[in-house]
T-cell receptor, first 120, second 112 residues
Framework: GAVVSQHPSWVICKSGTSVKIECRSL??????MFWYRQFPKQSLMLMAT?????????EQGVEKDKFLINHASLTLSTLTVTSAHPEDSSFYIC????????????????FGPGTRLTVL | QKEVEQDPGPLSVPEGAIVSLNCTYS??????FMWYRQYSRKGPELLMY????GNKEDGRFTAQVDKSSKYISLFIRDSQPSDSATYLC????????????FGQGTTLQVKP
């Protein structure tokens, strides 16, 4: 099956610093990647949709200047949390959707293992 | 009202039981229905993927979609302790956005 990796798996940083999270599709090309945030015991909330080579589309209420997304290639998207604050502490998960033919269904999304961010 | 409603549980069953998980939704435009399993501190893993109404079976798992009632279900037969996880339903409308709407997730515990 399609594999998506994330790096780092966890990170602790000081308030005010920036943190970059990578999302990679390892064995398929991802035309679209999605970034989610999940708070404890809550469901996944979509933050933004990232298409290769174009600007990300952010969901309502998500600050695009705070959560910078770059999708420079068909296998890599990055999320940078700028000037992180304790309220940004969360579990960040990416997913990737491949080109037609890479999986059974074009609309199928494959999720990464997540990155746990703790801001002190 | 949330677009997708899912009872968060927790649901506790003995090993070998049949588990029934379900979600209701309000948006009639949803065409794609998925069930994901998420272990603690891990990313979601796709279990079942269904387009439109009908049933789909994969091993011990059966997914059902009833679009007329806006109701989907996941059945797990012969449940195992390793099935203990949070199960998330997710839905998507047709079109090219790929935006998934998730339910809250149901926490399942299968006791040996």
């Amino acid at each position: 099956g399609a594999v998506v990796s994330q790096h780092p798996s966890w990170v602790i940083c000081k308030s005010g610093t920036s943190v970059k999270i990578e999302c990679r599709s390892l064995d398929f090309q991802a035309t679209t990647m999605f970034w989610y945030r999940q708070f404890p015991k809550q469901s996944l909330m979509l933050m933004a949709t990232s298409n290769e080579g174009s600007k990300a589309t952010y969901e309502q209420g998500v600050e695009k200047d705070k959560f910078l997304i770059n999708h420079a290639s068909l296998t890599l998207s990055t999320l940078t949390v700028t000037s992180a604050h304790p309220e940004d502490s969360s579990f960040y998960i990416c997913s990737a959707r491949g080109l037609g033919g890479t999986s059974g269904h074009y609309n199928e999304q494959f999720f990464g293992p997540g990155t746990r961010l703790t801001v002190l | 009202q949330k677009e997708v409603e899912q009872d968060p549980g927790p649901l506790s069953v003995p090993e070998g039981a049949i588990v029934s998980l379900n979600c209701t939704y309000s948006n009639s435009a949803f065409q794609y229905f998925m069930w994901y399993r998420q272990y603690s501190r891990k990313g979601p893993e796709l279990l079942m993927y269904t387009y439109s109404s009908g049933n789909k079976e994969d091993g011990r798992f059966t997914a059902q979609v009833d679009k007329s009632s806006k109701y989907i279900s996941l059945f797990i037969r012969d449940s195992q302790p390793s099935d203990s996880a949070t199960y998330l339903c997710a839905m998507m409308s047709s079109g090219n956005t790929g935006k998934l709407i998730f339910g809250q997730g149901t926490t399942l515990q299968v006791k040996p």
